[in-house]
């Protein structure tokens, strides 16, 4: 508990900033406007596919789990839900260990090989936004003002993410060398944490092993698609509910969302608030004037993260209540799954 109360305040300060960086040139009285003016049969409409989004997203999870265990989709949905909800609202990501740790936490399925999936559905997501991203700025060429900090986190995520691809790749290949370079790296600052990290590494690489085979991955990349395509449509849709965005087309949302993913791979503040604002308004300053993004962007802006965090609390919180998991097993999920990794046990629920 004192360890996240740390990454809270730690993460705090970085919401702040982003909140900052998203308010400083709002008009206030030109956002209440926005809001007043907005269509609310497409802010419905926006909720109902973002709901399907969250199936979709559920279902894709379970392509990569298939074959290490069977799981109901009853207990998929209530574990996805409570994950999804956890990654929001805990502070610097830290809700990503949510999932592989509530998922095991019957012992059907090893804690190593869930985490494996998390990761390789985490660098999948990047790479293919990141490359979308890239592909985007370069196509549209000098019809838009692109800021060169855009374009240069654009090729930060995909350098790091395809790095990160290969180390993955080389490490399934030869596990026991991988370890054994990382024990020799470690060692002259700690030996005991270099044994306890191997060990952790080890177990990770291992459950890389279980996933799955290249049909089910298929399935997984083609859903993947439909993913991230749903969650263009969306913004495209929600373009509609303000006058000042309405001129905007699914390409224009495939850019805004692609900054927004790019964005969101920064750990912040709790609810991600501040950073999923701020990169929203990044991705519509390629197409908009500077004074419809302190009204109608920031307006936008907000209204996505609300419905977003509204869907995903209330599915959570339902599945909390379901009485299947403990709210204080999503807590110590991040000190659960080092634990499970290692060797230990995990906390007790």
Known sequence: ????????????FIGALFVW????????????SAFGQVDLLRVALYLGLFIVVH????LRWGCMLKPLGHVPFGRLFTVSSVGFMALILLPLRLGEFARPFLIS???????????????????????FM?????????????????????????????????????????????????????????????????????????????GLKALPSFKLFGGFLGLTIIYWGL????????????????????????????VLCVGLMIPAGPGMIGNFHWFIKLGLSLFVAEAMLGSS?????????GIQLSQQVIFGVACLFSGHIS???????????????????????
């Not at 308010?23 to 956002?31: F, I, K, P, Q, T």
């Not at 199936?55 to 559920?58: A, G, H, T, W």
């Open 130 to 206: 990141a490359l979308m991203l890239t592909i985007i700025l370069f196509a549209l060429g000098d019809s838009i003002q692109v800021p060169g900090d855009l374009r240069f986190w654009a090729w930060i995520v995909l350098v790091a993410f395809v790095a990160l691809l290969v180390v993955m790749v080389l490490a399934y290949w030869r596990q026991e060398t991988a370890v054994r370079w990382f024990r020799a790296l470690v060692k002259p600052i700690s030996a005991k944490l270099a044994d306890r990290l191997s060990s952790i590494l080890e177990s990770f690489f291992g």
């Open 297 to 305: 962007g920031v307006a936008y802006a907000i209204l996505v993260h």
């Open 55 to 58: 199936f979709s997203r559920v």
């Open 327 to 349: 709210f204080r097993r999503v807590l110590v999920a991040p000190a659960g799954v080092g634990d499970g990794l290692d060797g230990s046990s995990p906390p007790a629920p």
């Open 231 to 258: 969650n263009a449509l969306g913004l495209w849709i929600l373009f509609g509910a303000f006058d000042g965005l309405s001129h905007l087309g699914f390409v224009e949302a495939l850019t805004v969302l692609s």
């Open 1 to 12: 508990m004192k360890k996240l109360l740390i990454n809270s305040v730690i993460s705090m």
């Open 105 to 127: 936490e019957r012992g059907k399925i090893r804690m190593s090989a869930a985490l494996a999936t998390i990761v390789v559905e985490r660098v999948v997501d990047a790479l």
């Open 21 to 32: 960086l998203a308010v400083r040139d709002v008009d206030w009285n030109a956002m209440g």
